[in-house]
């Protein structure tokens, strides 16, 4: 499936659309930026809320002039959720195509091998919004990253540690695991293990499943085994849903920890709400800015939709933000100066910008000028480290009435300090 979104409306192609230095949008300069996403498979919801994040943020660069005399543009490939269709749509944007950067993939399965298939060896820099396995970083530090990859998303590493804590607290110290079979289901299971047994908490039963069954009433009755008085399910909204359905229906209490996937209305309509009152879950947190009052007021009408608490939304549209800015920082449409200039634009010393057409004119011009910018976005301010992850903190909920809501939040510090205590 190949969908090519040009973001630029026929108006905004008129002669009257400046630079903050009165220069003409160049008409015929268009640089096309890779993007693979899940549109479709298990996570399709994701993907899909993704791409709209990025054509905004790609729409909000363009109505504030563009980069480089140029406007930006995706050629958007759906993976399927599939490692393999992934490589094979990447390989095309970045051996054929000759795309200067890449956006995605969503889920880790996709994005990992794109990494070491198609842009590690390419030097094309690939940028994930929500991939969040702690592969991708042991990958960077054994040196097999080409330092091109960086994600908007905190890593697995750090999310099991913060639902470990959470359990506890809510005094879930008897658990089961379900865990989709991949690498981002099996190193969530062992980082919220290790936590999870250092708290004093117990793990009945470890069960994973393959993805895009028809039932798993054979996993949800294993996971029953040493009677356990909840379940932590490792999923995504579809086959999450089958396996809380089948729990459920085979007297499963109706206790449940869930991944940062699983913060879905779709989940939660297939299971139903009565089910899911004494149901739990951690996200990737935000840190509130003007970035993120700008997304929530804008996203859902831009989407067609799409809520903007949508699961990778938010940082799908920062993951597009920083690619932009980083290609008008570069000054060039080139693989190794985007590198270069993607943590360049979230420069801690640099003046703050927000998401949002008037505040890219105010980058756009710093960028210009030769001044450092801090672009602090929708999740929040953010920086990379030398593998390309980020730091951040992480929002607590729990389902009532069948809406998500907010009871709180672990920082960063909070985790990292609660991850040296344990000695991990």
């Not at 630029?8 to 220069?23: E, M």
């Not at 993907?47 to 995706?74: I, P, Y």
């Not at 089948?246 to 913060?263: E, H, K, R, V």
């Not at 949002?356 to 710093?366: H, M, N």
Request: glycine content about 10%; charged content about 20%.
């Amino acid at each position: 499936m190949t969908t090519r979104t040009l973001l630029l409306s026929s108006a905004l192609c008129a002669a009257s659309l400046h630079f903050a230095t009165g220069t003409a949008l160049a008409q015929d300069c268009t640089v096309t930026v890779g993007m693979v996403m899940e549109l479709t498979g298990p996570a399709g919801q994701y993907g899909q809320a993704g791409a709209k994040s990025v054509d905004m943020a790609f729409r909000d660069l363009n109505e504030a002039g563009g980069v480089n005399g140029c406007k930006l543009a995706t050629e958007t490939r759906d993976s399927q959720s599939q490692g393999n269709v992934a490589v094979d749509q990447a390989t095309q944007l970045v051996n054929v195509q000759k795309v200067p950067v890449l956006i995605g993939g969503i889920i880790s399965s996709v994005s990992i091998p794109i990494l070491t298939s198609v842009t590690a060896s390419a030097g094309v820099p690939q940028v994930s919004p929500a991939s969040s396995s702690p592969t991708l970083t042991e990958l960077a530090r054994e040196g097999k990253t080409n330092g091109v990859f960086f994600r908007t998303i905190t890593s697995d590493a750090l999310q099991g540690t913060a639902a470990a804590k959470y359990a506890m607290d809510q005094g879930l110290d008897k658990l089961a695991i379900i865990h989709v079979n991949n690498d981002f289901g099996v190193n969530m299971m062992r980082e919220f293990q290790k936590a999870y047994e250092s708290l004093g908490g117990k793990i009945t039963s470890v069960t994973p499943y393959n993805e895009k069954q028809a039932s798993y009433t054979s996993e949800a009755t294993a996971a029953m085994d040493g009677e356990p008085e909840g379940l932590y399910l490792i999923s995504y909204p579809v086959d999450g849903a089958t396996i809380a359905r089948a729990w459920i229906s085979q007297g499963g209490p109706a206790t449940f920890l869930l991944n940062d996937g699983m913060n879905s209305t779709d989940f939660i309509e297939a299971v139903g709400a009565r089910y899911l009152d004494n149901a739990y879950g951690t996200s990737s947190g935000t840190s509130p800015t003007k970035s993120s009052q700008y997304f929530y007021d804008n996203y859902e009408a831009f989407s067609g939709g799409i809520k903007p608490d949508a699961p990778a939304a938010d940082r799908s549209y920062d993951a597009g933000a920083i690619v932009g800015l980083a290609i008008a920082k570069a000054g060039k449409a080139e693989p190794a100066a985007i590198k270069a200039a993607i943590p360049q634009v979230v420069d801690p010393k640099g003046e703050t910008v927000f998401a949002g057409p008037e505040e890219f004119k105010k980058a756009l011009a710093l960028i210009k000028e030769g001044k450092p910018i801090r672009y602090e976005g929708v999740i929040g301010p953010v920086n990379f480290d030398q593998y390309g992850d980020i730091t951040g903190p992480f929002r607590l909920w729990k389902i009532t009435d069948g809406a998500v809501v907010t009871t709180g939040e672990m920082s960063a510090d909070d985790v990292t300090a609660l991850k040296d205590q344990l000695g991990q």
